[in-house]
Each structure stands twice: as C-alpha cells, then as structure tokens.
C-alpha cells in the first residue's frame, strides 16, 4: 500500500535519539501502512547499522551518502517520498500519538501546515502558533504537499551549513500560492534548547552567513532575516555602546546568539 505521508529526517551521529524517535512512530494513531520514514544519515556509521537492524512495522528507508547540507538531504529523502505529503521532523523531534494523523487531516485542501514546539532543556520552552506565515515554516514539526515542494524546487542547495534554508523554502512557496496555517494543538518535543538562545555559537554565526546570502539572492528578505544595510549599522552601533552591557545582562543568551548571528552576515557581507 502506498503510504499517505512521508517523514524526512536527515541525520548526524545521534544513534541514541532516532531509537528514540522510532518509538514513537510506532506507536502513532495513524496506521503504519499510511506513512514512510526516509532518514538520510549524515556521515553517522553507528545510526545506519542500529536502525538496519531493528525489527519494526514502520516503512523505514536509510539512505547513506556522502555528508552535504540538511537542505539536500532533505531534497534527496524527498525525491525517494511516495506519499502525498512531505511532513519535516528532526532527528531530535519526538511526535505524540496523534501528530501525523493531524497532520493529515490539516493537508486536505492542501497547504504548509506548522505546529507547536515543545522545547526540553534545562529551561524549558514552548512554542505554540497561533498565526504562521513563510518564516515560520521549520524542520521540527512542518508539513506540506509534495506537489507544492516539487513545483518549487526543493531546499535551495546555495545554502550550505546551518539555518535558512527553512525561511526560503516558505518564501518560495508562499510566492507559489499556497496557504500557511498554524496548528497550535500539535507539539513535538525538541529534545534540547531553543537554537535562538545562544547555547551554539557557531550555528548562529552560520544562520548570519546565510541570511546575508539569501538577502543577496533575494533582496526583499533582507529587513525580515535582519541583515539590511541599516539593520545591520544600527546592530553595529548598538554592539559597540554602553547599551550592551544592559541588553547582555537582561538576556545573556539571546545577546550572545543575535551578537553571533551579526558577526556571521557581516562576515559573509564583506
């Protein structure tokens, strides 16, 4: 039978998370028989011989090739989906009973459907949507038809590394017509912290990289991934003001991510 949804993870030496991920596909109100999961391991030996050898009804896929960008691998894991529907959860995404049964209700008419995240960490987070538009579409908890992701071409394979791939795809596919809803109700938990808090450096200095690539690509992007000319003067301005000091102190990590994500698309910019 060929299945309604497919999942698409892409994957990079979190063996442990995936078994994890798997339980809770298996135990989905959906029937196995109506969805796929494609994982695209990353240059992870230990999670492609672990998942080969587990014993499940899910209709599991393991690609193996050369590492490459998440966006690519995600476009490759796409070109191998049967279903309908594209559904985007990461490695590090675990779904409650009901997700892709909702999912699938939500895709009837067609659209990017974008539910709630669960962030758990230390201090934990939640994100639950109540309005959605292209820049909210991300690889946690995002689906949409096939149709709609072939039509526009897939990830954009110029964007390499970390962050942005996820905004340009929505703004593609916004461009194309199609709607963006919001599903408050469905969370997935993040096993781990925001990535917008400043816990990893070197992703937001990525993210800065390829927002300032996009915004070159696509110039009306440039106020919304926050790296316009005056944006990024005033940016500099206030980074380099007693102002700093009383932002740093209110919201350390934040500071630390936005002050990284600068440095990134000033670099890329020069």
Not at 23 to 30: A, I, V
């Amino acid at each position: 039978m060929k299945p309604e949804i497919s999942i698409l993870t892409s994957s990079f030496n979190r063996k442990d998370l995936l078994l994890e991920k798997l339980k809770t596909l298996e135990t989905q109100s959906l029937s196995p028989e109506h969805f796929e999961w494609l994982v695209f391991i990353n240059g992870s030996d230990d999670s492609y011989e672990a998942l080969s050898q587990v014993k499940t009804p899910i209709q599991l896929e393991l690609i193996k090739q050369s590492p490459t960008s998440i966006g690519e691998a995600r476009n490759v894991c796409a070109k191998k989906a049967q279903g309908r529907i594209l559904y985007f959860s990461d490695d590090d995404c675990l779904l409650e009973k009901d997700t892709l049964e909702q999912h699938l209700e939500a895709q009837e008419n067609g659209c990017v459907a974008v539910g709630g995240i669960h962030f758990v960490a230390e201090s934990e987070e939640l994100w639950k949507p109540q309005q959605v538009s292209f820049w909210n579409l991300n690889g946690a908890n995002s689906s949409l038809p096939k149709a709609a992701f072939d039509q526009v071409g897939g990830f954009d394979s110029r964007i390499q590394g970390y962050g942005g791939e996820d905004l340009l795809l929505g703004y593609k596919l916004c461009k194309a017509g199609l709607p963006f809803h919001a599903l408050p109700r469905v969370v997935v938990r993040h096993m781990g912290p925001n990535p917008m808090r400043g816990r990893d450096l070197k992703k937001a200095k990525s993210a800065g990289r390829n927002a300032a690539k996009i915004a070159q690509l696509y110039p009306e992007l440039a106020y919304r991934l926050g790296v316009h000319p005056l944006l990024m003067g005033l940016k500099e301005v206030s980074f380099n003001s007693p102002l700093s000091l009383v932002l740093k102190r209110l919201n350390p990590e934040s500071f630390a991510y936005e002050q990284a994500y600068f440095e990134g698309a000033k670099a890329e910019r020069i």
